[in-house]
């Protein structure tokens, strides 16, 4: 008895950590970042699944050194209301606020940042990666303990994206009226190796 209630956890904790539909994400990772209208069909879509929208936070940054305006409306469509403001010029009716732009700048002149969550490598310079089709990983190795006290929870998720420049970069999200929306995605702007 006690095995099998073991197994059953070992289950549950690797549901939770497994991509969700790996193949159909990575397809739509181009159409998802082709503009902003399919970006936010992607993000209505997932809006109740929290890995969805921790993929769709990543394919924003990803987007940040291609086309910087692009890249903050993307993030305004996930950002909690905390850290966006309106904007009637914007398609979206937000932006974010000057704090997340300030993070956001800190990227100039490292284009390795993005490119190592689109499994470039430091020995390429990263100039090997598929940014187009960028394949988002999540880190599996990270045990729901290693993930901070309350995660995660009805209302709170953390994840850790893998990325070929380092180690794995965090991410938070928190439930909002039946949204996930990012709570804190400082970490992965920064922990990626230069080019070697």
């Not at 082709?34 to 997932?46: M, N, R, T």
């Not at 994206?161 to 970490?187: C, T």
Request: hydrophobic share 40%; glycine share 8%; aromatic share 8%.
């Amino acid at each position: 008895m006690k095995w099998s209630v073991r197994v059953l956890a070992l289950i549950a904790t690797a549901l939770f950590f497994l991509p969700a539909r790996p193949a159909a994400a990575e397809a739509d990772a181009k159409l998802a970042t082709s503009s902003i209208e399919e970006f936010q069909k992607a993000a209505e879509a997932g809006k109740t699944d929290a890995r969805e929208v921790a993929r769709l936070t990543v394919l924003a940054v990803v987007v940040w050194h291609r086309d910087v305006a692009l890249s903050e409306q993307m993030l305004s469509v996930l950002l909690e209301s905390d850290d966006r403001e309106e904007d009637s010029s914007s398609p979206t009716g937000f932006r974010p606020r000057r704090s997340v732009k300030d993070d956001l700048a800190r990227m100039a002149g490292k284009p390795e940042i993005g490119a190592a969550y689109c499994g470039a490598t430091p020995e390429a310079g990263y100039a090997d990666g598929d940014l187009l089709n960028c394949p988002v990983r999540f880190a599996t190795d990270y045990s729901p303990t290693r993930q901070g006290v309350g995660y995660p929870s009805e209302d709170r998720a953390k994840f850790f994206m893998q990325h070929s420049g380092g180690r794995p970069r965090p991410i938070e999200l928190i439930l909002v009226d039946g949204r996930w929306r990012i709570r804190n995605f400082g970490g992965l702007l920064s922990g990626v190796s230069r080019k070697s």
